[in-house]
């Protein structure tokens, strides 16, 4: 069964860096999501993002983070100036031709920032 | 009802029985619903999901329940099993965009 793919598992980074998390959704999905949880919370939007473009972006979403398709099979997270308060699971998903279908969700990334 | 941190609810069955987890919504507008199974070092696993002019659908050994008019999703699972152990999150679109908003999640411990 295809699957969503997120690399790296575990990245740790001193703060102040940044750090470019990577995913490759679903080969003929077309909308990608990113979502955050920190350790023992709920899942949190962050953005979805269809035909090249962000289409929604939760409040958390702010200048400190971009997105990008570099090319025809990966979804990044880029996060610049890393906080301690951005440690938490990172979580791309995607799902097919448009809203109101599942969300697959891959392993997700753990970010740690010291 | 909702939690804070590790806190989370937590439903524990003996193997073999049914397992009922309920999960209050937050917007009437919302159209779309899916229950995910999370298991520790994983992502959300899709279950099953249901549109807003259903009120029940049923998978394999699963059914969710929708009740419009109490904001209220249940999932239902028979004859759980220790491999049913995990954290279940039910996620809602808020019927205008794609995004999925997650409920804090219950966690269900299966016990031989």
Not at chain 1, 61 to 77: A, C, H, I, K
């Amino acid at each position: 069964e295809p699957e969503v793919t997120q690399t790296p598992s575990h990245q740790v980074t001193q703060m102040g860096q940044e750090v470019i998390l990577r995913c490759v959704p679903i080969s003929n999905h077309l909308y990608f999501y990113w979502y955050r949880q920190i350790l023992g919370q709920k899942v949190e939007f962050l953005v979805s993002f269809y035909n090249n473009e962000i289409s929604e972006k939760s409040e958390i979403f702010d200048d400190q983070f971009s997105v990008e398709r570099p090319d025809g099979s990966n979804f990044t997270l880029k996060i610049r100036s890393t906080k301690l308060e951005d440690s938490a699971m990172y979580f791309c998903a995607s799902s097919e031709v448009s809203r109101n279908q599942p969300q697959h969700f891959g392993d997700g990334t753990r970010l740690s920032i010291l | 009802g909702e939690s804070v941190g590790l806190h989370l609810p937590t439903l524990s069955v003996q193997e073999g029985d049914n397992s009922i987890i309920n999960c209050a919504y937050s917007n009437s507008a919302s159209d779309y619903f899916i229950w995910y199974k999370q298991e520790s070092g994983k992502g959300p696993q899709f279950i099953i999901d249901i549109r807003s002019n259903m009120d029940k659908r049923q998978g394999q050994r699963v059914t969710v329940l929708l009740n419009k008019t109490v904001k209220h999703l249940s999932l239902q699972i028979a004859a759980t099993q220790p491999g049913d152990s995990a954290v279940y999150f039910c996620a809602e679109n808020l019927g205008n965009n794609n995004d999925m908003r997650f409920g804090a999640g219950t966690r269900l411990t299966v016990k031989p």
